[in-house]
């Protein structure tokens, strides 16, 4: 049991809960103070890493929902540290960046409360060993980083991103969350460690590709997936350093992590390779080819980002070691550079007003350290030696070039998009700071160091991983890559590998790469004129699709929620009668009903068809009064019916209410319109019809339940105990009021009830308005 | 066998009574005939068949009982009749055209309902009549 | 003494109700007719005197109007024309109080062919209606000397 | 003493004590923290005393089973009783600034007792037309709550809401009828042993569809559920919560009662209607709640649609669908209490209770917005709030069951939850304050009895979330007795039989 | 002749006279001569009760008949009321 | 007998129910009335019909046995009870209904229902109370 | 209303109602009957009172108000249910006096629960028609 990563994620949650205190109480230096909880559990991470190294794990677990297979069991092996330490590392800067970037701001510190919320459930999530904590861990990611996206809410377009980003990316993961309880029901255990090692007999079941597609639509949406991409750009709508943090370094990794970790199930079956490569390539291209175009520093380098997720997602499909190896070099060296770079142009725009690259330019000398960090990061992700981002290409070169039968397409594919990277690096590493001084909203000055430091030192970092790769990269790669294949890899990195064919596409990327910077201006006037495009894109259809769903909801619940009390009692009605004839219909042979009817005799008939005649006569009148008599007659001849069948204390009670509905009705009719036809003669059918199904119902009952043998009653009890054991001999009397006395004390509280609710109802009339009550007339 | 003789002649006799009202309400012109006639005669018919039950049961409880019923629709139904019949009037509800004298017309006071013997002609003593024939059915 | 009275019959009627004069329903009856009366007649108190000959005869006489009027009615329902001579007649009357107007008023609508329709405030005059009024006058002294003088008599 | 009685007896005692002090307001508001506390400790002991799986009974009038009446209260009952009380104590204390003098002097405490009353009843008897008697306590007093104040939109809602409820009711007595025709008895656990011996399962269905349709309206499941939406948002916040935290599901309560203990004999039939109502009413509910703007309506809508996923677990019919439908029903009124409660402070701090006519609470009430939130978040069934083990609970019971349509939708639907949920969010919260606001009013929200019940239902929701594993084992055992009816039967009839 | 056949004869008027007044009752015209068509209904079920106390030899049957006497002329009362307070 | 009962039982709640897909309110409430005298009847009929039983027990007995069955009685004298309080609430309500809000037609009544966007230009007035 | 007649036969029509709701109530236990029906018929009495009168009057003749006796009767009934329980037994366990008293016969808690049924029932119905017919 290891009790510092559960002690790294408590802490990381208090201190978002104490957040906005702190910030309150240190104004000025509550970021940089609270960065040092990250930073602290950053090195205390970091000392593991020769322990991961060799093999070793931490494991931590506690007692949760068992029974629904929740249990909190962290683990850390080499993937999850890698990530651990981007996140931390990573985390702590933004902090310290973004007390300084949003210096003054109201809401600094719920921006720092939010920050650390995610970056605990981040770190969750990558040291989560049950399947069901990570997707805990998980969906607390999706909820902070809405809060975070929307943290300028007052803006409808932040609002319109945060609600973009959550649906999308909460859709996704509540399919995760079916795939990922299939996946544990399949094999008996949620524990990711167990399950990866039960890859066949996981793979045996026929819900094993339903529950790998169901998690594979919780990380490409996460991870920004072409057709899901679409969110991360209008994500982009948060502050920059969020967009650094989440949407570069860290949250959309999510998805490359979840693929990544649960490859040793996945990886070797023909859909996954399939499924995973292909969705990574397409999201490549489509990030490649979206970030062309765009002038906003910050959409250029999602875009980018886009594309690279992609290639990640690609490399992880294709799944050999070799491109394992790729992958984790890849994800960690774009960690350095593009989280570098978003906090450049947050800082590029803090000072001069703007992120219009178009209108930058010469800013090297009114921000040189910005401009340092920014070529040094540009370095990186052009892929230019020594930086760590060269080695990096280089590496995946090498796995594209040897990924049979498809290394044509794939390596076409990669060259495009690393020329693509040049380009952009250039755009936003150079242009901006070299030429002539453009004309900025805001005359810029020198960054702050706050806001200068943290870019420096990541992009420094990818240039000193270049430098000494063996050092700083290949020990996290193998030890990362080593947890995805789970097998022992050894990982040489370095900056020269000789005069070979990575070395030439290399070349190449960098001469098409120049091209395109330099023709850049024609090429992105070109494709502005094809934006139109996008109307048939995914974004779109996202839009369409929620103004239809709330087109939909408006039309349905209007259709059925329409206020017609009619409409509402003939469902009622109809579904009844469907429910109980389909039940009917389903187990018995047509109607068993009686033949012997029973005598009958003809003041019985008389009154029957006296109380039927009634019953008719109340549907066409026009009279209040005349129905109320009416059903005065219904009620009499009741009233003889039971008496003639042997309840004459039944008679009794409804000769007596009858009496005093009469009375009640009298009161309260005087003050009632008259009654009018409103309703039109087919419309009145079509009632009737509907009501006369469920009355045939009735009958039917009636004579299908009558029909049937009599079974032993309780009755007989009371019959035969009324008098010698209740003292009575009214037997109904003795059930009233003994035997079934309970019924009567909640029957008397309904009276008592409406009594008082009567009382209150007329007493008591807030909205009272005055009505000119028509005098009645109708009789 | 008298006995039941004599419930069965009662009985059909408060029968016939009632069944005369019957055919009276149907039959009568308007509506104060109608209530001279019938409910009165029904009444007297409810209490013969009861009286034969008295005779058919002829048990002191029964009949004390039976007895009881009929005094109390003595003391009822009068009540109930002059009710409806003044409110009938107040209504406007029209005598038969055959009528030949109505003392009433004109001595009500429509402010207070009072009934005022020495009533002058006066607007403050119209009731307004009723129109025959209401839409019960439509 | 007019409560007394009320109270002993009220007793009467809870021992005819529960068809046993024995002792203890008689004082029971007693007991709950106190009890109701002062509930709801308090306050109110008049003479009282038995008149046992007068209301066997004017039953009697009532008795032989009802059978004669239910006769008659049958005889007009039945025919074909009824032949009917409707009329509202006022009757004036001068009876001594409230209770013998009551009584005279139930008698003569509980009498089939006539209503009696409304009592004038003065109470001075009763408003009948009868099925056969072809002669008002006549049905007025018909009214006077039959049911009112009886009524009258009742309560002197 | 009967501990089993208790629950039933406390709300009748103090329904007469608030009627003796009609004309003390201020007394009468004591007596409701008396009252509803005493309930809630009387529920408390009960879930002792059954915790263990044992079936508590008690014979009315000392009449034996099946002849007189039998209140029981195995583990499920003891568990709505529990949540009634909190529910209770916490609405008390919610009224006593929630409810104006003019409703406490018109008898609002005698019908917060009554309404208690008549679902501690339903939740206890174990006779089919005690029940209907309890129902229609509840309902008679819930037809007052809703109208009592006597506002237009309160009439005109009461309106369809009795229309509607009476409906039920009597399709409800029509069924008991029959059913009392057909088995010859009206004691639940007698009723289980001899509807199996009736030689006509068809007919046995067809009443169980009739319960089906009565206890469907009253619970509001598609396509019964019109009254509620059309009425559940007028009435003062205390009582809607109140409303939505037991009267539907009382509903919910009677289908898990007599679809685990009567009409078991063509379950491939019944449940499998009660799972596509159940999916059906997930669906419109979340739809309904999408087209609303305002809070109360919009909560309204999502009664239904959650009520959905109780009949998701019920229709899944095992051990583990009934357990997460228990385990929901503790969640569900809880976040939906809090999030009334919430929305009524929203009301009162901002004047208004339509979207588009408030705005900027993220701004100026950071501690409104956690108050939201959370219930929010828990509705929407987000980890690590008791929605989500709920939705859990629900998700791996239907994969077990192999019934993958309803977890498909059930998932959907927590989707589009979370889609309303942050409308309001979004409208009341983010957004600017709007031109057309009505005045504010910051201090009048933040009373202690305001805030604290609304503060309370929210932990709640949090604890079920952490305490997951004991409350779903709890919720799990009352499955385990609803799953085996022979225990209740043996409970109630004793040697009888 | 059996004696039963006469308490059926006078079952039957009694009958005849419902038909009648239910007739009665339709045809109104006014609201006065619909509650007394269902005065008379009132008077003939007290007969019924009294017919079918004799014919089912039922003495319990007759204690439902105080209750009509002694309650239903307060609906004919209310009817009145309500007709007065109208005009 | 039993036949003819459940003709008019059919009868009964048809008429209840069509009654209560009326406009009126007052119709709509009579039609309950008249669905709960047909749900008695309908309790009563499938509860057996003996002739002219009533579960009296003699003077000097101390059972009864051939009788009509109590039980079914009793409920329905529950019942009856219950609906008259509710018939009188519901009635009292239909009133101040139409005192209120000036219409007894179901057809006007549907504010409470539908949904904002089909209302006439958004924003409601103010809600009263709380 | 203006009517003498009414209010005449209402002084001796009230009474003669109410002496009737007690046997009603009394009887039945054994003949037809109860409290129900008994509270309805003295519910009669004041409702004719009521109507041949004025409702203030007939408030005046009842002396408590009507809401008083739905609570009492509620009390009565509870209480003769909390009898049995609390001797030890269940909730509304019959007791019963061992010898009968005359005229009302054997005496015992179901008959105290129907005079509790009694009371609710006349307070309700004329809390009811009282306040309608004062508006
Ligand atoms: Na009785
Ligand atoms: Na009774």
């Known amino acids: 049991m290891d009790i510092v990563l559960p002690t790294a994620i408590l802490l990381l949650l208090i201190l978002s809960g104490f957040a906005p205190f702190i910030q309150q109480a240190q104004p000025h230096r509550a970021g940089l103070l609270m960065a040092v909880l990250p930073a602290g559990l950053f090195l205390t991470l970091l000392g593991r890493l020769s322990a991961v190294l060799a093999g070793q ?77 990570l997707f805990v861990f998980w969906e607390l990611t999706s909820i902070s980083s809405f809060l975070l996206i929307g943290f300028d809410h007052e803006k409808e377009g932040s609002r319109f991103a945060a609600l973009q980003a959550l649906l999308v990316t909460g859709g996704g993961g509540l399919a995760m969350l079916a795939g990922l309880v299939l996946l544990g029901q399949i094999g008996g255990t949620y524990e990711i460690s167990q399950l990866n090692q039960m890859a066949d007999i996981l793979r045996a079941s026929p819900l094993f590709l339903p529950a790998f597609l169901l998690i594979l639509a919780g990380a490409l949406t996460k991870s920004a997936q072409y057709p899901f991409h679409f969110w991360l750009p209008g994500a982009m709508a948060a502050p920059t350093p969020v967009s650094a943090y989440l949407h570069s370094a860290t949250m959309v990794k999510a998805g490359v992590y979840l693929l990544a970790r649960l490859s040793p199930i996945f990886s070797a079956t023909p859909e996954w390779q399939t499924l995973v490569t292909g969705f990574g390539l397409a999201t490549f291209l489509a990030g490649a080819l979206l970030a062309i175009g765009q002038v906003d520093l910050k959409k250029l380098l999602a875009y980018t980002t886009v594309a690279s997720l992609g290639t990640m997602v690609m490399l992880l499909g294709w799944g050999s070691d070799l491109a394992i190896k790729a992958a984790m070099l890849y994800l960690f060296s774009h960690a350095l550079y593009k989280g570098a770079l978003f906090l450049v142009a947050g800082a590029v725009d803090h000072e001069t007003g703007t992120r219009d690259v178009s209108k930058l330019s010469g800013l090297r ?415 | 066998m008298l006995r039941e003789w004599i419930v069965a002649i009662v009985m059909i006799l408060g029968a016939a009574f009632m069944l005369i009202a019957s055919i009276g309400l149907l039959r009568m012109p308007d509506l104060f005939s109608r209530m001279s006639a019938t409910s009165k005669a029904a009444t007297l018919g409810a209490g013969l068949v009861m009286l034969a039950a008295a005779l058919y049961f002829s048990e002191s409880g029964i009949t004390l009982r039976v007895l009881a019923i009929i005094v109390f629709l003595l003391l009822t139904v009068p009540v109930a009749a002059h009710m409806i019949g003044r409110a009938a009037y107040f209504d406007g509800v029209p005598l038969w055209k055959g009528t030949l004298i109505d003392d009433l017309r004109g001595h009500y006071r429509t402010s207070d309902h009072q009934l005022v013997r020495d009533a002058a002609e006066s607007p403050e003593f119209a009731i307004p009549e009723g129109e025959e024939g209401d839409d019960f059915f439509n | 003494m007019t409560i007394f009275l009320l109270n002993v019959l009220l007793a009467l009627a809870w021992s005819a109700l529960s068809a046993q004069f024995d002792p203890p329903n008689l004082i029971f009856g007693f007991l709950l007719g106190y009890l109701v009366l002062w509930l709801t007649v308090r306050g109110e108190n008049r003479s009282y005197f038995t008149r046992v000959p007068r209301v066997l005869s004017f039953m009697a006489f009532f008795l032989k109007e009802l059978v004669k009027a239910n006769l008659n009615l049958a005889i007009t329902v039945l025919r074909r024309d009824m032949n009917l001579k409707p009329g509202v007649v006022a009757v004036p009357i001068d009876l001594p109080n409230d209770a013998a107007i009551t009584l005279l008023v139930n008698l003569v609508t509980l009498t089939p062919g006539t209503l009696a329709l409304d009592v004038s405030s003065d109470r001075m005059m009763v408003y009948i209606h009868t099925l056969n009024a072809s002669d008002p006058q006549e049905f007025r002294r018909y009214m006077q000397e039959g049911f009112v003088r009886r009524v009258k008599e009742l309560f002197q | 003493m009967q501990t089993v009685l208790l629950p039933l007896l406390i709300p009748l005692v103090f329904i007469v004590l608030t009627l003796f002090a009609w004309n003390a307001p201020r007394l009468q508001r004591m007596l409701s923290l008396f009252g509803s506390s005493a309930l809630l400790l009387a529920a408390l002991s009960l879930l002792a005393q059954v915790q263990t799986g044992e079936i508590a009974v008690t014979q009315i009038g000392n009449w034996p089973a099946p002849y007189g009446i039998t209140l029981v209260a195995d583990l499920f009952s003891a568990i709505m009783l529990t949540i009634t009380g909190v529910v209770a104590v916490l609405v008390a204390i919610y009224s006593l600034e929630g409810i104006d003098e003019n409703r406490v002097a018109h008898g609002f405490y005698p019908l917060f007792f009554a309404l208690l009353m008549g679902v501690c009843g339903a939740f206890l008897t174990g006779d089919i037309f005690n029940l209907y008697v309890w129902f229609e306590v509840m309902l008679m007093a819930s037809f007052v709550l809703m109208a009592l104040g006597g506002e237009r939109a309160q009439l005109e809602g009461a309106i369809k809401y009795v229309i509607l409820n009476l409906t039920s009711s009597a399709l409800f007595l029509s069924a008991t009828g029959i059913l009392y025709s057909v088995a010859g008895t009206l004691n ?42 059309a009425s559940y948002h007028t009435p003062p916040v205390a009582v809607t919560a109140l409303f939505s935290g037991l009267l539907t599901k009382v509903g919910v309560y009677s289908l898990v009662r007599v679809f685990t203990l009567l009409f078991l004999t063509d379950v491939a039939f019944t449940h499998t209607v009660l799972l596509v109502l159940g999916g059906f009413t997930m669906v419109v509910g979340v739809l309904g ?209 | 002749m059996n004696i039963e056949v006469l308490y059926f004869l006078a079952l039957a008027m009694i009958s005849l006279g419902l038909v009648l007044a239910f007739i009665r009752l339709v045809r109104g015209p006014s609201l006065p001569d619909r509650v007394v068509a269902i005065d008379l209904v009132v008077a003939l079920a007290i007969g019924i009760i009294a017919s079918y106390a004799i014919l089912f030899d039922q003495p319990a049957f007759l204690d439902v008949a105080i209750i009509i006497a002694l309650i239903s002329f307060l609906g004919t009362i209310a009817f009145a009321y309500y007709i007065e307070r109208r005009v | 007998m039993t036949l003819l009962l459940a003709i008019v039982i059919g009868v009964l709640f048809t008429v209840g129910l069509y009654m209560m897909m009326r406009r009126s309110l007052t119709k709509v409430l009579i039609g309950l009335m008249l669905l709960g005298q047909a749900i008695n009847l309908l309790i009563f009929t499938t509860g057996r019909l003996q002739r002219a039983k009533p579960p009296l027990i003699p003077l000097g007995a101390e059972q009864i046995s051939q009788s009509a069955d109590p039980l079914p009685q009793a409920l329905i004298l529950t019942a009856i009870v219950i609906s008259f309080g509710v018939t009188a609430f519901a009635l009292v309500l239909a009133r101040q209904t139409y005192t209120v809000l000036g219409t007894n037609d179901m057809n006007e009544l549907r504010d409470t229902d539908i949904i904002p966007k089909y209302h006439p230009e958004s924003v409601p007035e103010e809600e009263e109370g709380l | 209303m203006g009517s003498i007649i009414l209010h005449l036969a209402a002084r001796y029509l009230m009474p003669l109602l109410l002496v009737f709701s007690v046997f009603l109530l009394i009887r039945g236990h054994n003949e037809i009957g109860g409290g129900f029906v008994g509270g309805l018929v003295a519910a009669a009495a004041f409702i004719l009172y009521a109507i041949a009168n004025n409702v203030q009057e007939a408030r005046r003749i009842l002396r408590v108000h009507p809401r008083a006796l739905i609570a009492s009767g509620l009390l009565v009934a509870l209480s003769s249910g909390l009898v049995g329980w609390l001797t030890g037994k269940p909730f509304m366990t019959g007791l019963w006096l061992k010898d009968p008293l005359p005229v009302i016969g054997k005496i015992g808690t179901p008959l105290m629960f129907d005079v509790g049924v009694y009371l609710v029932v006349v307070g309700v119905t004329l809390l009811i028609i009282f306040t309608l017919a004062e508006e």
């Open chain 1, 365 to 779: 000398r009114a921000m040189p350290r910005t401009a340092l960090a920014a070529g040094l990061a540009a370095l990186s992700m052009a892929g230019l030696p020594p930086a760590l981002g060269f080695i990096a290409k280089e590496v995946m070169y090498e796995t594209t070039l040897a990924a049979q039968p498809v290394s044509g397409w794939l390596t076409a594919g990669a060259l495009i998009g690393n020329a693509l990277l040049v380009a952009v690096s250039g755009l936003v590493g150079l242009k901006p700071f070299f030429g002539a001084a453009g004309q900025t909203p805001r005359h810029p000055h020198p960054a702050p160091l706050s806001l200068d430091l943290p870019p420096l030192l990541l992009a420094g970092l990818g240039l000193l991983g270049g430098l000494l790769p063996m050092t700083l990269a290949a020990p996290l790669v193998q030890a990362s890559a080593q947890a995805v294949l789970i097998q022992p890899l050894k990982v040489k990195l370095a900056l020269w590998h000789g005069l070979n064919p990575m070395l030439a596409l290399s070349t190449l990327t960098l001469a098409l790469g120049i091209g395109l910077y330099v023709g850049w201006q024609p090429v992105w006037g070109f494709t502005a004129r094809l934006r139109w495009l996008g109307r048939f894109g995914p974004a779109h259809a996202y839009q369409v699709g929620l103004e239809n769903l709330r087109r939909f909801a408006a039309w349905l619940t209007y259709r059925l929620q329409n206020g017609y009390l009619r409409f509402y009692l003939m469902t009622i009605i109809l579904t009844t009668v469907a429910l109980a004839g389909l039940a009917y219909l389903r187990s018995t042979n047509g109607l068993i009903l009686r033949n012997d009817w029973g005598a009958i005799n003809f003041y019985e008939v008389v009154l029957g068809v006296l109380i039927i005649l009634a019953a008719l006569t109340i549907t066409r009148t026009r009279s209040r009064l005349a129905t109320i008599a009416i059903m005065g007659i219904v009620g009499y001849g009741l009233a003889l019916i039971y008496l003639l069948y042997g309840a004459p204390d039944l008679a009794m009670i409804q000769f007596a209410i009858e009496t005093l509905t009469v009375i009640l009705f009298v009161l309260v009719v005087y003050r009632l319109p008259k009654f009018t036809r409103l309703t039109s003669p087919p419309a009145r059918l079509a009632d009737f019809l509907v009501a006369m199904t469920g009355g045939l119902l009735m009958t039917l009952l009636t004579l299908i339940v009558t029909a049937r043998p009599v079974v032993p009653h309780i009755s007989e009890y009371f019959l035969q105990n009324a008098l010698p054991l209740a003292n009575g001999r009214n037997v109904v009397n003795v059930i009233l009021v003994d035997f079934r006395g309970f019924d009567t004390l909640g029957e008397i509280t309904v009276l008592a009830l409406a009594g008082i609710g009567v009382y209150a109802l007329i007493r008591l009339t807030i909205g009272r308005r005055q009505v000119i009550i028509p005098p009645a007339e109708e009789e």
């Open chain 1, 57 to 133: 794990v931490f494991t931590y677990q506690l007692a949760w929902a068992e029974a629904l297979g929740v249990r909190f069991s962290l683990y850390l092996d080499g993937l999850g540290l890698l990530f651990s330490l981007l996140i931390l590392g990573i985390g702590a800067l933004v902090l310290i960046y973004g007390g300084s970037y949003l210096h003054g701001h109201h809401q600094l510190g719920r921006f720092y409360a939010f920050i650390l919320l995610f970056m605990a459930a981040m770190l969750g999530v990558v040291v989560s060993n049950n399947a069901l904590t």
């Open chain 4, 188 to 229: 639940m656990a007698d009723l289980s042993i001899r509807l199996p011996e009736v030689n006509s399962p068809g007919l046995v269905t067809t009443i169980a569809m009739l319960y089906l349709v009565a206890f469907g309206i009253k619970a509001a499941i598609f396509p019964l559920f019109f009254w509620l939406p």
């Open chain 4, 289 to 497: 709640a999408a087209a609303q703007y305002d809070m109360r309506r919009l909560l309204s809508f999502h009664i239904v649609s959650q009520i959905g996923y109780l009949l998701m677990g019920l229709g899944l019919y095992s051990r583990a669908g009934l357990a997460s439908t228990i385990f929901f029903m503790a969640h569900v009124i809880a976040a939906k209490a809090a999030l009334f409660l919430v929305a009524g402070i929203i009301r009162r701090v901002s004047g208004s209770f339509d979207l588009r006519r408030v705005g900027g609470l993220y701004r100026d009430q950071p501690w409104l917005a956690i108050l939201f939130l959370i219930p929010a978040l828990s509705l929407a069934g987000l980890p690590p709030l008791s929605g989500f083990f709920g939705k859990l609970a629900l998700v791996r019971a239907g994969l077990a069951q192999g019934q993958y349509a309803i977890v498909a939708v059930s998932l959907a639907v927590s989707l589009l939850t979370l889609f309303s949920m942050t409308k309001i969010w979004m409208e009341a919260f983010w957004k600017p304050i709007p031109e057309k606001a009505p005045s504010q009013n910051r201090e009048a929200g933040y009373k202690f009895s305001l805030v604290f019940p609304a503060l309370a239902m929210g932990l709640i929701s949090v604890v079920l979330g952490v305490l997951a594993q004991p409350v779903y084992g709890l919720a799990d055992q009352a499955a385990g007795v609803l799953m085996q009816p022979a225990l209740y039967a043996a409970a109630v009839l004793g040697g009888l039989r």
